[in-house]
């Protein structure tokens, strides 16, 4: 809420800022990516003299937060009046442009490049390797989100009548719950290890109506993914008990 708040002032305000560019005398700096990553790091070194050029290998930049992020939670336009903000602090941004594949170290040396700064994000998603994950209609958050980002209104009751069971309870969670609802999806019900406590700045931002579809299961661990002859996708759980917090691992199941 308290990002949007300020984006959306920043948009209804532009031409306000008091950060002006600065004379850029320094070095030139070669940026790969132009997701928060690279795009802040072009941002402070312009600030701070230097001639920084970004390389992405994209149509279009903010990475993960532009393809990731759904529209509601950060809308393109607010990305765009931050991205127009960094070039006009002096930050060349170039699109289409793959690092390794269209250019190289050695050809950013020779363009009088004093330094490189890399950052291309961490597209592998990560998985609990749980038995069932690979059955279908069984998504890793980020392709799911990336994949709706821009597919949603292709077909907007995609998941009408459906219920989605969620591994994890987090903002990114609360996100494939809120698209899948947006969808169609009559409920999403999320498992987390996580206490109600643990938990709670997530949920203080769940709004009443959302509760309502949105249901969680808290200190809960997935054991596995089965199918149903009917076709349907079956979480089965179990509930965990937190034991004492181990000195070295931190907190630590009894089962
Ligand atoms: C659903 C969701 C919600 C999130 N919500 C929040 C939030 O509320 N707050 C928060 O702080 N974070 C949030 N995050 C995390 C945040 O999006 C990431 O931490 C952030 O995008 C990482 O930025 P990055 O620049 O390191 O990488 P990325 O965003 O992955 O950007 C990397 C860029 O590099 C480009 N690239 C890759 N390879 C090459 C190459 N070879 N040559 C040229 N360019 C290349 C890519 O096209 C991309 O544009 C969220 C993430 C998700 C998925």
Same mark, same amino acid.
């Given at each position: 809420? @308290?990002?949007?708040?300020? &984006?959306?002032?920043?948009?209804?305000? =532009?031409?306000?800022?008091?950060?002006? &560019?600065?004379?850029? $005398?320094?070095?030139?700096?070669?940026?790969?990516?132009?997701?928060?990553?690279?795009?802040?790091?072009?941002? %402070?070194?312009?600030?701070?003299?230097?001639?920084?050029?970004?390389?992405?290998?994209?149509?279009?930049?903010?990475?993960?937060?532009? %393809?990731? +992020? =759904?529209?509601?939670?950060?809308?393109?336009? /607010? @990305?765009? !009046?931050?991205?127009?903000?960094?070039?006009?602090?002096?930050?060349?941004?170039?699109?289409?442009?793959?690092?390794?594949?269209?250019? $190289?170290?050695?050809?950013?040396?020779?363009?009088?490049?004093?330094?490189?700064?890399?950052?291309?994000?961490? %597209? +592998? =998603?990560? $998985?609990?390797?749980?038995?069932?994950?690979?059955?279908?209609?069984? !998504?890793? *958050?980020?392709?799911?989100?990336?994949?709706?980002? %821009?597919?949603? *209104?292709?077909?907007?009751?995609?998941?009408?009548?459906? $219920?989605?069971?969620?591994?994890?309870?987090?903002?990114?969670? +609360?996100?494939?719950?809120?698209?899948?609802?947006?969808?169609? /999806?009559?409920? *999403?019900?999320?498992?987390?290890?996580?206490?109600?406590?643990?938990?709670?700045?997530?949920?203080?931002?769940? !709004?009443?109506?959302?509760?309502?579809?949105?249901?969680? !299961?808290?200190?809960?661990?997935?054991?596995?993914?089965?199918?149903?002859?009917?076709?349907? @996708? /079956?979480?089965?759980?179990?509930?965990?008990?937190?034991?004492?917090?181990?000195?070295?691992?931190?907190?630590? =199941? @009894?089962?």
């Amino acid at each position: 809420e @308290l990002k949007r708040f300020v &984006s959306d002032y920043e948009t209804a305000h =532009p031409n306000e800022s008091k950060i002006k &560019s600065v004379k850029q $005398t320094k070095d030139k700096v070669a940026i790969i990516g132009a997701g928060p990553g690279g795009l802040s790091a072009a941002y %402070y070194l312009a600030r701070m003299g230097y001639k920084p050029t970004i390389y992405e290998k994209g149509d279009k930049t903010g990475g993960v937060v532009r %393809y990731g +992020v =759904p529209q509601y939670r950060l809308s393109d336009e /607010a @990305l765009d !009046h931050d991205v127009n903000f960094i070039k006009s602090m002096g930050v060349e941004i170039i699109l289409n442009k793959e690092f390794g594949a269209n250019f $190289t170290l050695e050809d950013i040396k020779k363009q009088g490049f004093k330094a490189v700064f890399i950052a291309v994000g961490l %597209y +592998v =998603p990560k $998985t609990l390797r749980l038995e069932g994950e690979d059955l279908p209609n069984v !998504h890793v *958050a980020i392709d799911f989100l990336l994949d709706r980002k %821009y597919g949603c *209104a292709e077909d907007p009751e995609e998941f009408k009548g459906k $219920t989605f069971g969620i591994i994890g309870g987090g903002a990114v969670a +609360v996100d494939v719950g809120e698209t899948a609802v947006r969808l169609g /999806a009559t409920k *999403a019900d999320f498992v987390d290890i996580l206490t109600e406590e643990a938990l709670k700045n997530v949920l203080k931002d769940l !709004h009443e109506a959302e509760r309502e579809v949105m249901e969680y !299961h808290f200190t809960t661990s997935t054991k596995n993914i089965t199918q149903e002859p009917n076709g349907k @996708l /079956a979480l089965n759980c179990y509930k965990i008990e937190w034991g004492e917090p181990d000195p070295e691992t931190g907190r630590r =199941p @009894l089962n």
